[in-house]
Every structure is written in C-alpha cells, then in structure tokens.
C-alpha cells in the first residue's frame, strides 16, 4: 500500500533534513569532528560505569542520586535506544507506572495506584505531565510526541510544594534539549510491518555569539493495526506530523532567554472496539450475538470512525542569574483540539432491528500559565539554599459529547417514529488556579540535610452545562425519560501542601532517606450527569499523604546504581468514576464520586548497571498493595477491601545491551528487554469480566554502529501477546480495546 505525506509534512520534514545535512559538513569545518553530544554518547557506552544523571526535580540542578524522593530518570540515549515516543510508552522504564488510554484524547496515568478515568470538562487528573517545568492541564495536550528530548524525569508520589495541584500520584517531566553553539544534530529513518514509517531530525548551532537555533521534527505513517470488515477500512492507523523550534539569546553570562514553540497534528481512523457480552440488557439481547467475527481485531460496525488531535505550544522562559540566585520566569500559553467519533459494534435482538451507536466527542481547550521562582545561592555559610515563587493558571475547555443511536439494518425503531436517537452534552469550563510556595534545604551536618516546604493552592471552577435529548430513546429502553438541563455553577476549593525530606550520606556513595509529602487535587463537576442538579452539585477534593524511606547508591566502583524505597500513602476523598445504573437513571452514567478513604503500601527497586564497557543492564521491580478502605457505589454496595483499578500487584522490567567490537571502526550491539505485569482490574467493583490477567512484553534490537552512523532491526511484542488496555461499559456490555500486536522493522540513525 502506497503511503502519502502530508504537504506539509513532505516540505517540513525536507526542510529540516536538508538542514542537517548541510549542517554537518559546516560543523566539520566549525567544530570538532564529533559534537557534544555525540561526543557524551560515545563516552557513555565507552566508559565502565553507570553515568552520572543531572536532574532537576527540587527546582535545582542535582545528582539522581542525590534527591530525596523516588525519581526514574532516562537519558535521551537511553529514549532514542528504546524508541520511546511519547509518555504513552514509559511505562516500561518506570517502577509503579501503569498506562492506558480510552482513546487519543485520554491518555490515563498510573503511578502507585491513583490516576484518573475521566476526562469531563471540569475535571482533573491526579498524575500530571509538565514539558520543560509547564503544567499541562488536559489528557489531550498530554500526548505531545517527544522532540529533541534532554531526559524525563519520573516522579512518584505527591508532589504537592514545588509542582502544585493534581500531583497526587506522582509527575512527568519532560525537559527538551536546548540549542547550542556547537552545530549538531541527528536524522533518523525507520520503516517496519504495517508500513510503519518513522521520520525525525533535530539540529541546533549557532546564529551568532549571543544566540542559537534548534529546529526537529517528526513524521509517523502506518496502516491499521485493527479492520473494520463491514466496511473495508483500516482502523488503528496512524499519520502524525509534529514539530519543534526553539531560540536561545544568552546577551550575557547572567541571562539567558528561551523561547519555543511547538506544533503536533495526529489523525487515524478511529479503534476496534470488540464487544464482550454476554449479558442481556432489554430489549436489545447481547452484544456478542451479532459479531460474526472472533478476531478482537476485526470490527462490524457500519460507522466511519476517526480520531483527530492537533496541539500547539508556546513557551518563553528567562532566567537571571545573580550573586544572590537565580530568577526564573515561565509563561506559556498551550492548546488542544480533539475530534473523534467512535463506533461500537452492531447491537440488538428482536422484535427490534440491529443497532449501531457513534459516540462523538469534540474539545477544545487552552491554558496560560505563569510561573516566577528565585532560587538562592548556597548561604549560611554554604549550608542552606532556598526557593521560592508563585504560580498562576487559566484554563478554558469547551467539550461537546453526543450520543448517537440509530437502526443500520431492516426498519427504523418503532419507538423512534422511524428517527435517529440522539442525546448530547455541553460543557463549557473555566479553570482559575493561584498557588504560592518555599521550601529550604539545610545541610546540618557534612552527612545529614533537611528539606521542608509548603504551598497554598487556591483554585476556583466555573461550569455551564446543557443536555438535550432529540427524539424519544427513552421508549426502546424502557427506562424513565432523560432529564434536559442548562445548568451554571461555580465553586472554589483551598489547600496547603506541606513536604518534609531527610537525607542522610552513609558513605560517599550510598545514602539513606525518608520523606513526607502532601498532594491536593481539587474538586469538580461532572462529565455526566442524569439531572441539572446532580449537574451543579460539585464532588469533593481529593488529597494524600504520603510516608516514604529509601536507599540510593552507587556501589561496586560505580558500576552499579541502586534506588530502594518503601511507601505508604492514604487517599482522603479520592474520586471514583463509577458506572453503575440506580434505578432513577434512564440510562448508565459515568459519574465521578468521593470514596471515603483508600490507601496505597508498597515496594519499589531501580537498578542501573555497566560493570564492562560492552555491557549495560537494567530493570525495576514494583510491589504494590492499593485497595480501597471506604467506598460505597452507586448501587449502595460496599466495595470495601476492593483493590483500586489499574494496580497491577507485582510488576518488573528487565533488560541489557552487549555491543562488541567486531573491526577497529564497527561495533555490534544486541539489546532486549522484558516487562511483566500482574492481573488489575478496569473497574473499582473488580468485576471478573472486567479484569486483565497477567502478561509480558517482549522486545528486542540487534545492530551495528559505525562511527555516527547506526542501523538495527528491532522489533516490539514479539511474541504477539495480545492484551486490552481498557474495558468500556455499555448498557450491561462491555467493549475492549487490546494493545498493539507484534511490530518489527529497521531503522537507521546518523548523528553529528
């Protein structure tokens, strides 16, 4: 099958790789053979060791190993080895990271067990996802590819001081690689099964001695890993453009002025939603009994589906160093459309016809954010730094869902009057958060430091919502009517987040710590509501408290590095999307409800290890034990002891690279990784039905590297595991989404 670019894409992507390649022979002349990061490349997989990370997740520039919390952090080398190309695929680097999406507009974060499954316009999620220190508010502007990526940086557990509202599970951090003076860059083409072709290139130099450019971009093609047969079409495909451009002017050695924009378009043919029955809602009868295909990836719906995501951002950041510290200011301004409709399969029994239902969904949200921080200096006598700042946010969302319900085969629903069934909701949310915070680190001893700090946080939202109904669906369900509301609300919540740190040097190399930390996510207004008064009645707050001790090292002549931690963390109010049906309500509702109390224990392990400069290990183990304490569902059952949805038990990756040499210019490499994940639930009624069992994942690369020059062939899931990424409620029936098959290909990488 021919694949066609974009125009855009096509004259985009050519104008970058023209760039590189002109780029390089200048760099030769200008600069070193090698550049700087080519340079740190090669002297990483040369070395014997594991290398130093520089992270910056207290604000300030740090050792990993250093910083007293949990904190898995990947190099862009290890980034680029993996293919990781979105936060979507973290999770298999990251202890205690759990993920899944509903579609490309709600990627769903786990880390510890607390995440969320809702994405209503005046709702939240509970593991956030900053690009270079920018909250980004909504799911949607979550699935930003990754460009020129310096590192990410994990963070588990709440981060309530330095990073604010919705960080009660835990953060993502992705900081981009800045421009430089020395010319350098990379180009890389990829191309596997299901004509998977993968485009990216990034370069950076110099302007002038004062400023530098960096401009990278990518485009990704394939065909559908899924087929709707009725209709003859690819679903789960993929065509995807994204761009990156950032300007660095550094006037003098004390300031510096970023500023970067970034541009992503995503679209495909919607997914394969596969009905898994059999119950037997009146007066339909199951889903399954019309599936005339047992292939979880072969559709039957007559519904053209499409799933379309477009983001843009903008960044300017400045920072002035002084004898006193450093102040930084942040101000982005950030979007998100989506678009997509989503078909299930055909439903219905007699004396009624089968039926197909289209779900659509459309938002449109934007953000302005601003951040002001002063970091000091070291003082008092160089024991104690200090940071301090205030946060500003906006938030608009405009979200529109419609549910569709109409007859494809024999004659239209009596019920109906021969019309479609239609049902929509409108909602229109502003978002206002202010937030102020300090912390301090005080080394008390040349071994012992403390840190401590606070933050308010104030936030208010706004919402208007309007349901209507057009025609009568309530009829052919035989339910009580749906309520048509236009409803307005508004409501505002306040929290202090404290955090306490001790760390503790039993050595040069290996340290001892324990922690404390507080997350505050606020409330909101539901997504989905069957009344106007369920509509404007707000849910509660949710918050954590987090208790943590653990152990970093480097050991063994630093060929080794280690992160041991054990937590617990009680959840107050912790919101709950449930889908049970009460007896008042025409139909199931997605609803958001406080559970009463649950908590989070477990243990979690980070290893890193280079004991010969042609080998490289790694793994993480994940223990955790994440159950509700105190919730009563819609059906007034008590789901107490339950455990909490998307909290795989037991969960462990491992892996390791060999490269020899096979001539005085060409090293061979191998590299493979394993992951496995325990059984977890869809569902807080931890339904049977609604349950995935335990799998691994498998994948592997084998190549020569030659100079700058690098060619592999590598494949993912290799065994072709196959295993759903979410289950979906539909009056009694479920639909399931599985995760992509096996995929394989080649890929070549030059860099300079």
């Given at each position: ?157 709440p981060q309530g001081t330095l990073y604010g509202k919705n960080v009660v599970g835990g953060l993502v951090n992705v900081i981009s690689r800045r421009p430089s003076q020395s010319f350098n860059g990379a180009a890389e083409a990829s191309y596997g099964n299901y004509n998977a072709l993968d485009l990216r290139a990034y370069v950076s130099g110099p302007i002038s001695e004062t400023l530098a450019v960096s401009l990278s971009g990518v485009h990704r093609s394939r065909d559908g890993f899924a087929r709707n047969i009725r209709l003859n079409r690819d679903l789960e495909n993929l065509n995807l453009f994204a761009v990156r451009g950032q300007l660095l002017w550094t006037p003098t050695s004390d300031l510096d002025v970023l500023i970067s924009f970034d541009y992503s378009d995503h679209s495909d043919n919607g997914q394969s939603r596969k009905g898994e029955g059999p119950f037997t809602p009146p007066p339909f009868g199951s889903v399954t009994a019309f599936q005339t295909s047992t292939n979880p990836r072969e559709s039957e719906s007559p519904r053209v589906t499409y799933q379309n995501r477009t983001i843009f ?440």
């Amino acid at each position: 099958m021919t694949k066609k670019l974009h125009l855009k894409s096509g004259v985009s992507f050519g104008v970058m790789l023209a760039a590189a390649t002109l780029a390089g022979p200048l760099a030769a002349q200008t600069s070193p053979a090698t550049s700087e990061p080519a340079r740190e490349a090669e002297a990483a997989r040369n070395d014997v060791g594991v290398q130093e990370i520089v992270v910056t997740a207290l604000r300030r520039a740090q050792s990993l190993q250093d910083v007293p919390i949990s904190i898995t952090a990947l190099t862009a080398e290890a980034i680029n080895d993996a293919a990781i190309r979105g936060v979507d695929e973290l999770a298999s680097r990251v202890p205690g990271f759990t993920m899944t999406a509903f579609n490309v507009a709600q990627p769903r974060l786990f880390i510890r067990g607390s995440g969320s499954t809702d994405d209503g316009a005046a709702q939240d999620n509970s593991v956030a996802v900053f690009m270079d220190d920018v909250y980004i508010a909504r799911g949607a502007g979550q699935a930003f590819e990754f460009l020129d990526v310096e590192r990410v940086e994990v963070l588990r557990g709440p981060q309530g001081t330095l990073y604010g509202k919705n960080v009660v599970g835990g953060l993502v951090n992705v900081i981009s690689r800045r421009p430089s003076q020395s010319f350098n860059g990379a180009a890389e083409a990829s191309y596997g099964n299901y004509n998977a072709l993968d485009l990216r290139a990034y370069v950076s130099g110099p302007i002038s001695e004062t400023l530098a450019v960096s401009l990278s971009g990518v485009h990704r093609s394939r065909d559908g890993f899924a087929r709707n047969i009725r209709l003859n079409r690819d679903l789960e495909n993929l065509n995807l453009f994204a761009v990156r451009g950032q300007l660095l002017w550094t006037p003098t050695s004390d300031l510096d002025v970023l500023i970067s924009f970034d541009y992503s378009d995503h679209s495909d043919n919607g997914q394969s939603r596969k009905g898994e029955g059999p119950f037997t809602p009146p007066p339909f009868g199951s889903v399954t009994a019309f599936q005339t295909s047992t292939n979880p990836r072969e559709s039957e719906s007559p519904r053209v589906t499409y799933q379309n995501r477009t983001i843009f951002g903008s960044l300017g950041r400045i920072d002035w160093r002084s004898d006193l510290g450093t102040l930084t200011s942040i101000t982005a301004y950030r979007t998100s459309d989506v678009n997509l409709g989503d078909a299930f399969t055909g439903i219905g029994s007699p004396p009624y016809p089968v039926l197909d239902t289209l779900n659509i969904e459309e938002e449109t949200a934007s953000q302005f954010s601003q951040e002001i921080r002063f970091a000091t200096e070291p003082f008092w006598n160089d024991r104690a730094t200090a940071i301090a700042g205030v946060y500003y946010l906006k938030e608009s969302v405009d979200r529109t869902e419609i549910a569709d319900l109409i007859s494809v085969i024999g004659a239209r629903v009596p019920a109906l009057g021969g019309l479609t069934g239609i049902s929509g909701s409108f909602q229109d949310a502003q978002t206002e958060s202010v937030g102020v915070f300090a912390s301090a680190t005080l080394n008390i001893t040349d071994r012992l430091a403390v840190t401590g700090g606070i933050r308010y946080t104030n936030e208010t939202k706004d919402i208007s919502t309007r349901v209507v109904s057009i025609a009568d669906i309530d009829a052919i369900i035989a339910a009580p009517p749906v309520e048509e509301y236009d409803i307005a609300a508004r409501e505002s919540w306040g929290a202090f987040t404290p955090s306490l740190a001790i760390i503790y040097d039993i050595s040069s190399s290996v340290n001892l710590y324990a922690n404390y930390s507080r997350g505050f996510k606020s409330g909101g207004f539901q997504g989905q509501a069957p009344t106007g008064a369920a509509a404007r009645t707000p849910f509660d707050p949710e918050t954590a408290n987090s208790y943590e001790i653990g152990m970093k090292g480097r050991v063994f002549g630093n060929r080794m590095t280690f992160a041991l931690s054990a937590f617990h963390t009680d959840y107050d109010d912790l919101q709950v999307r449930q889908n049970a049906q009460r007896p008042e309500d025409p139909l199931p509702i997605l609803r958001i409800t406080n559970a009463g109390a649950a908590r989070a224990r477990g243990v979690e392990l980070d290893l890193n290890a280079k004991p010969t400069s042609w080998l490289t290990l790694w793994g993480s183990y994940s223990y955790l034990d994440a159950k509700y304490v105190q919730l009563v569902d819609n059906l007034n059952i008590n789901r107490a002891g339950n455990r909490m949805i998307f909290s795989p038990e037991n969960s462990f990756n491992i892996g390791g690279e060999i490269e020899l040499p096979v001539t005085e210019k060409v090293n061979a490499f191998v590299r493979g990784e394993y992951r496995w994940q325990d059984t977890f639930f869809f569902d807080p009624a931890n339904n049977a039905v609604n349950t995935q069992e335990g799998y691994g994942l498998l994948d592997a690369a084998a190549g020569v590297r030659v100079g700058r020059l690098t060619a592999e062939v590598w494949g993912k899931n290799l065994a072709d595991q196959l295993y759903r990424t979410n289950v979906i409620p539909f009056l009694g029936d479920r639909f399931a989404i599985f995760g992509p098959p096996q995929t394989y290909g080649v890929r070549l990488r030059f860099s300079f």
